[in-house]
């Protein structure tokens, strides 16, 4: 069976698709309790799987005035598209959020995705860099 989209407003549709199907079967394969080290694995192993292009704790600096003033590392950077951030617990949190939304920024990025696993589910949340995406 084919799915398709019936919106049209999305960022990388597609390639979003195809991730969250990967950190759904990655929980629905291993399940919960494990750290979140096993989970970035797990997905990892997926994006190979499905030959997507990927960077594992991507490096991200902070400038500002010309001068670095710190250096971050993402869980993912996705084909040079999309942040993935990997997380334990039952709930987003504000400071997760504004996390990626600072690495969206510092990456010059549209899109993140906020994967939480926890013990009852795998949920997830698209993060949007509205500064870069048209209206």
């Known amino acids: 069976m084919e799915y398709k989209l019936k919106r049209n407003d999305l960022v ?21 309790g494990y750290r ?9 192993l997926g994006f190979k799987k499905n030959g997507i292009a990927f960077q594992k704790e991507a490096p991200a600096d902070l400038i500002v005035f010309s001068e670095k003033l710190g250096r971050y590392y993402l869980d993912f950077v996705v084909e040079e598209k999309i942040v993935i951030e990997v997380k334990r617990g039952s709930r ?40 870069l995406v048209e209206k």
Do not use: H
Request: aromatic share 14%.
């Open 36 to 44: 979140e080290k096993t989970y970035q694995e797990g997905i990892a």
């Open 92 to 131: 987003f949190s504000k400071r997760d959020i504004e996390q990626i939304k600072a690495y969206l920024k510092i990456k010059k990025l549209k899109l993140g995705i906020l994967a939480l696993f926890g013990a009852e589910e795998m949920k997830f949340v698209r993060i949007i860099n509205w500064e």
């Open 12 to 32: 990388y549709p597609d390639l979003c698709f195809t991730i969250v199907g990967i950190l759904f079967d990655v929980y629905n394969t291993i399940g919960a």
